[in-house]
């Protein structure tokens, strides 16, 4: 979109008295608003209590009365749709109708940071049916449009990581490295882009020897 969906969130952050435009636009890309508890986790976020529904809600109605208002082409009015149908969809299980909907979103959507939420949203579904490779591969996608989207890194850590365990539980222990391995690699750049976040993986990263140097110092001292 040429007034893209992140401008979009901040004139609706402004009109709801929202505090963080950061906490906003991780609601637009995850379906849900977020918590302030370190947690690794691939799954959309969700409203779990009578407030927070309340403020999703909204949040979606003043997003929807913004656009509205906006003199946006037709073509960016129906990206932006397309994009509040599937996060609808996705919020409520219903991943076949969320699936096409992003896709037609995709189709007519310009803004490449706006695109990686969408790809980064295809991950979560294709990850929470247990398509692992097809998950890894839209976290790619969208890191291949936004490569500070820290959550992406943090994601294909975890499948990684799942993976690893599985295969040193089964005794495959060099194949358990190499996965390991990978998983440091991803959780390593995640927290280059969010050193406040990830705590978990922060403390195995370094009970396991596999922090980087750079992520150490980037820390300064916090561990």
């Known amino acids: 979109m040429a007034l893209s969906l992140r401008r979009v969130v901040a004139l609706a952050v402004v009109a709801l008295g929202v505090s963080s435009l950061s906490a906003a636009i991780s ?13 690794v986790q691939m799954q959309a976020t969700r409203a779990n209590d009578k407030s927070d529904n309340f403020i999703d809600k909204a949040f979606t109605v003043m997003t929807d009365i913004v656009v509205a208002a906006m003199p946006l082409a037709q073509q960016e009015k129906d990206a932006y749709q397309f994009y509040r149908d599937g996060m609808q969809a996705q919020v409520a299980g219903d ?60 994601n294909i850590a975890v499948i990684y990581h799942d993976q690893a365990t599985r295969a040193e539980k089964k005794g495959a222990l060099d194949k358990s490295t190499v996965l390991y391995d990978k998983a440091s690699e991803y959780w390593n750049q995640a927290i280059r882009i969010a050193p406040t976040n990830y705590l978990e993986a922060q403390n195995w990263l370094l009970t396991t020897g596999r922090m980087s140097q750079d992520i150490q110092n980037k820390l300064g001292g916090i561990w």
Do not use: M, W
Request: aromatic content about 16%; hydrophobic content about 35%; charged content about 25%.
């Open 27 to 39: 609601f637009v890309a995850l379906g849900g608003r977020t918590t302030g508890r370190s947690r």
């Open 95 to 154: 991943y076949s109708a969320a699936l096409r909907a992003y896709a037609e979103s995709l189709k007519l959507e310009e803004d490449p940071i706006d695109r990686s939420y969408i790809f980064y949203n295809l991950g979560i579904i294709f990850g929470s049916n247990g398509e692992y490779v097809k998950a890894v591969k839209y976290y790619h996608l969208a890191l291949d449009q936004n490569k500070e989207l820290c959550q992406a890194y943090n």
